[in-house]
């Protein structure tokens, strides 16, 4: 699970600070375009995998598994970043657990990043 207040105060205490606000905002964004890939491509299969050729399908399926992992990776990133500037602020981690590409970590970091943009658009205004 990642920390909301965490995130909360980060924005809080870097909310003159354009470039690093940025960069929170960026890291936060790349959650929602991890959950993106992993939609379009697990929607895509379950629409195609009886319309399109073996070979066709494969490649397509193998493109966005493609930008799936870089996004998934991306993530990782993003959330070591987030932990850093937590750190720096004395706050506790965004995530507290490993980040890792390594599994079962890979996907606990995964799995936390999808709960928290679920939640985010559950909860819109």
Not at 8 to 19: G, N
Not at 51 to 80: A, C, F, I, P
């Amino acid at each position: 699970m990642l920390c909301e207040e965490t995130i909360a105060k980060l924005i809080s205490i870097y909310k003159d600070d354009d470039k690093i606000l940025k960069t929170i905002e960026q890291s936060i964004t790349s959650f929602e375009e991890y959950h993106s890939a992993i939609f379009k491509m697990e929607l895509w299969m379950k629409v195609f995998s009886n319309t399109v050729s073996g070979s066709e399908y494969q490649e397509n399926v193998s493109l966005m598994d493609k930008s799936r992992t870089t996004n998934h990776n991306s993530v990782l990133g993003n959330v070591n970043l987030l932990n850093r500037l937590a750190n720096m602020n004395n706050l506790p981690p965004v995530y507290d657990g490993i980040v890792s590409h390594d599994r079962p970590y890979r996907r606990e970091v995964a799995n936390a990043v999808l709960e928290y943009v679920e939640k985010i658009v559950k909860s819109r205004r």
